[in-house]
């Protein structure tokens, strides 16, 4: 059960933006901080609240394709959070709600 | 020939900085981004070790060398926020700064520092151009400069001390820096005290300063007042066990002293502005705002952290506590 953030900002809407644009497709820190222009604590602080309300899992890359630097982690919002996220999107930013052709069942990420 | 030769020394030198310069930039950027990563986490190791790595190859990720460096200073200043707020118990810089400047009754220690603070560092506004208005003497160039000039060195670490004092609140900070906070708080006023002492010397020599140096002396006795009664009546909060909530009776005393002193203060202002004496009259508007927080209305919003009371209400900003009796 994923829980309704408690304080909306523009760079929190930046970075559900930024997951919902993206897809099925998994991001990792760089790809996140590039895509929503925000700095990386500020990013940072905003993918730890999404953790926390469940609306986004982590995981690290296992089969790392450049063994000699660190792993990447990666993050996807999950079903419920991505619904959510659209419709905190269509609420607050209603003209850049990404437009898919992907069915809406279950938020369409799971 | 020589100035020629010393550039082409320099732009040498400094190409060769800048070459060096990129090249440690990543190393260096990754020394910092590890070490934001702990500040960020703080306890949680296993958390800490996740950013180590994570934020490691983020920062790998980014292009260039400077703009890595770059990247690992904006971490490393966002874990330096967030450590701080987690160590002061405050949610913001904002209201970190908005403590400093106006706490409440609940630390003794942060009653007299703040108030120490105010009085000092607006004595080292205040003061020099006192001191430019009143007539030449022999003692102007001399004495006066010097303790203008050193009350006004001492508003700057009086300053800090201003926010030391504020972070009293904190039950983790070691009694020691409470201790000191205490301490710079009274060498601020010691130190306004003095700077009041030289001008009372130099009031023959000016007869302005006859009509001010009343004003002021009134002004700072309100200023020491408000802090002897806060001192005195003991509105510590009990989070050295040593002393007891304040009392309805307490705060009612407090209450109506606040308004006669921010009286007081409005009608220094009045007569400031009267004179035309703006600094003065700033000064006492000052004075005026910041003492009913001072002294404290229960009523005003108090910190989380207060322990004086019982928790009635709390938003992001701020938290209204009832007093216990």
């Known amino acids: 059960m994923s829980d309704a953030p408690t304080r909306i900002t523009v760079p929190f809407l930046d970075v559900v933006e930024t997951f919902l644009a993206a897809g099925n497709v998994e991001l990792h820190g760089w790809a996140i901080i590039k895509a929503s222009r925000r700095g990386g604590p500020t990013v940072y602080k905003i993918l730890e609240r999404l953790t926390q309300m469940g609306w986004v899992t982590a995981r690290w890359d296992d089969e790392p394709s450049e063994p000699n630097k660190p792993r990447r982690r990666y993050y996807i919002l999950t079903g419920e959070g991505a619904s959510r996220a659209r419709a905190l999107l269509a609420e607050r930013r209603p003209q850049t709600v990404p437009f898919s052709l992907r069915p809406g069942f279950g938020g369409g990420n799971a | 020939v020589t100035t020629l030769w010393i550039s082409v020394l320099v732009s040498l ?18 020394k910092t981004v590890r070490a934001a990563a702990e500040m960020w986490a703080g306890t949680d190791a296993e958390l800490a070790q996740t950013y180590k790595e994570e934020w490691s190859r983020v920062i790998n990720d980014a292009p260039g060398k400077l703009t890595k460096l770059l ?23 904002a209201s970190s700064v908005a403590n400093a400047l106006v706490p409440s009754w609940r630390s003794t220690s942060s009653a007299v520092g703040t108030f120490a603070i105010f009085i000092g560092a607006l004595n080292s506004a205040v003061f020099p151009f006192a001191a430019q208005s009143s007539a030449p003497s022999s003692l102007m160039p001399s004495l006066p400069f010097w303790l203008v000039g050193g009350s006004m060195i001492l508003s700057f670490p009086l300053a800090g001390a201003a926010c030391l004092s504020c972070f009293t609140y904190s039950r983790r900070l070691p009694r020691v820096r409470k201790r000191l906070a205490m301490a710079v708080g009274v060498v601020a006023m010691l130190s306004g005290g003095m700077v009041i002492g030289v001008f009372m010397v130099n009031v023959e020599s000016d007869p302005a300063s006859s009509v001010l140096l009343p004003l002021y002396l009134l002004w700072f006795t309100a200023g020491y007042l408000a802090v002897w ?11 050295d066990g040593r002393r007891a909530p304040p009392t309805a009776t307490d705060v009612s005393f407090l209450r109506h002293t606040s308004i006669y002193l921010v009286l007081l203060s409005l009608a220094i202002g009045v007569v400031g502005i009267i004179f035309h004496i703006d600094y003065l009259a700033i000064v006492a ?12 209305d ?22 209204v506590f009832r007093l216990k009796s």
Do not use: M
Request: proline content about 7%; overall charge positive; hydrophobic content about 40%.
């Open chain 2, 229 to 239: 009664n806060s001192s005195l009546i003991g509105l510590s909060p009990p989070n």
């Open chain 2, 298 to 319: 229960p009523n005003l919003p108090r910190r989380r952290d207060n322990k004086c009371g019982e928790l009635l209400d709390s938003s992001k900003t701020h938290a």
């Open chain 2, 71 to 93: 990247h690992a200073a904006y971490f490393y200043c966002g874990a330096l926020e967030r450590a701080a707020r987690r160590r002061l118990g405050i949610r913001s810089i």
């Open chain 2, 285 to 296: 508007v000052c004075a005026a705002c910041a003492l009913p927080e001072q002294l404290g």
């Open chain 2, 13 to 30: 030198a400094t190409g060769a900085v800048i070459n060096e310069l990129c090249d440690v930039a990543p190393w260096l950027a990754d």
